[in-house]
């Protein structure tokens, strides 16, 4: 109760403190916060001057010369400063974006940031450039798979992602940061303990900055770090003390968090996998891939109710269908893109090995949204599962009893 006094106390003086925007004619160096998104026939971007952040909608010149850079660089700009209004004002405000910025012009030369930065920042382009010959759809859900970079996917993928129960796939969760860590595991263990924990810290350090630190992403490396800590001191590990370790720290760091679906669904998720999962395999049995899609969509259900009105029952489908390739993708795609970025000559053949199982994937969620149903239907199918589960208990116990049993003597 006392934690959660402070968080709140905590909360509402950092949403009533926000910094002040400029008013008027400004101009000078600002940093973009975000990567620009095409808008239209613009850009949108989130720059930050003076330390208060500006939201941006570009068009023209000045959206050419911000098209093609990247969050962390630093940009010459000269234009008009005012406070943030409108619908989405509040929604802003929630990522610390206080004001808007009427661009009149950007300069071509622009700042490449600190060397981190210059490092994430070069590994992106490096990793777009090694999956060049794919198509642009195929390209714009790979970078969402791998990376989260979901901004060049056409609306139609992400209403159909949204409708199969497959838009968590290009949120970065702690699947990535599990495969990443997979990856670097043969050298993790060569290592000893206080070095691995070092290594460990390091890499998901870069991996959080990398993929530009979404709330689903600070999430899952807080929680990955939290699990090395207590691997590395020799204290024994719990997923629900972790989860709860998790977002005690992340809301003291930063409050306007709680008002983030974002982070909401990705706790969620994570606290239905901690809690149900291993129940709900007891009884649904196979490998545990609809049983953690159950366990996950009982925690993240009030939140996609409250915020997007409906919860699809197709995504039990397709989660299952989707999961094992998109996790191939996750843990193969980013060092072979690389690569092949670094070495052109991979170029094609790395970017004809990722189309296939990307394909698939879009594939299983385009199936999935022109049959998943809505309203009533969707409403009737969810009464149904507790039955069929229960069903599947039931039979699961009886096929037990009758199995025979061996005697020793």
């Keep these: 109760m006392l934690l959660w006094g402070f968080i709140w106390m905590n909360e509402s003086g950092v949403w009533s403190r926000a910094a002040s925007p400029l008013h008027g004619s400004c101009s000078g160096l600002a940093t973009l916060k975000t990567d620009p998104t095409p808008m239209m026939n613009g ?27 990247l969050a962390g660089e630093v940009v010459r700009f000269t234009g008009e400063c005012a406070e943030l209004t409108g619908r989405y004002a509040r929604t802003q405000r929630i990522a610390h974006v206080v004001g808007r910025i009427t661009l009149v012009s ?29 198509p642009p759809e195929m390209r714009a859900l790979f970078t969402g798979l ?47 303990r206080g070095a691995r924990w070092f290594v460990t810290m390091g890499v998901l350090m870069w991996f959080v900055l990398l993929t530009r630190a979404e709330p689903s992403v600070l999430r899952a490396a807080v929680m990955a770090a939290v699990v090395a800590t207590n691997a590395a001191i020799g204290r024994k590990q ?8 998790t977002v005690i720290a992340l809301l003291l760091i930063d409050p306007m968090l709680a008002w983030s679906v974002g982070f909401a669904l990705s706790v969620g998720a994570t606290v239905g996998l901690a809690w149900f999962s291993a129940r709900l395999g007891k009884v649904v049995g196979g490998r545990g891939v609809l049983a953690a899609t159950l366990a996950a969509q009982l925690g993240t259900a009030p939140v996609s109710l409250a915020v997007f009105g409906r919860v699809p029952v197709v995504s039990l489908v397709a989660n299952p269908l989707a999961l094992g ?65 229960w069903w599947q208990y039931r039979r699961r116990r009886d096929q037990s009893a009758l199995r025979p049993t061996a005697v020793a003597g």
């Design 43 to 69: 850009i949108s971007v989130v720059l930050k001057y003076h330390g208060v952040r500006y939201q941006v909608n570009a068009y023209g010149p000045p959206a050419w010369r911000l098209r093609p850079r």
């Design 146 to 192: 791998v990376i989260g970079d979901d901004r060049e996917q056409p609306r139609e993928m992400v209403q159909q992602f949204r409708a199969s129960g497959l838009s968590h796939l290009t949120a970065v969760s702690g699947q990535n940061v599990a495969y990443v860590l997979a990856v670097v595991s043969p050298l993790l263990m060569r290592l000893r």
């Design 325 to 389: 390739v998109a996790g191939a993708v996750m843990l193969v795609g980013l060092p072979v893109a690389l690569v092949a970025g670094i070495v052109p000559v991979m170029v094609a053949p790395a970017s004809w090995l990722m189309s296939i199982p990307v394909g698939y994937v879009a594939f299983v969620a385009s199936a999935a949204s022109a049959i998943s149903p809505h309203g009533v239907v969707n409403l009737t199918l969810w009464m149904c599962v507790p039955i069929l589960l």
């Design 238 to 245: 719990n997923a629900r003390v972790v989860i709860a370790l």
């Design 106 to 134: 950007v300069a071509e030369e622009f700042g490449e940031g600190s060397a981190a930065v210059r490092m994430a920042n070069r590994m992106r382009r490096a990793m777009v450039r090694g999956v060049a010959k794919m």
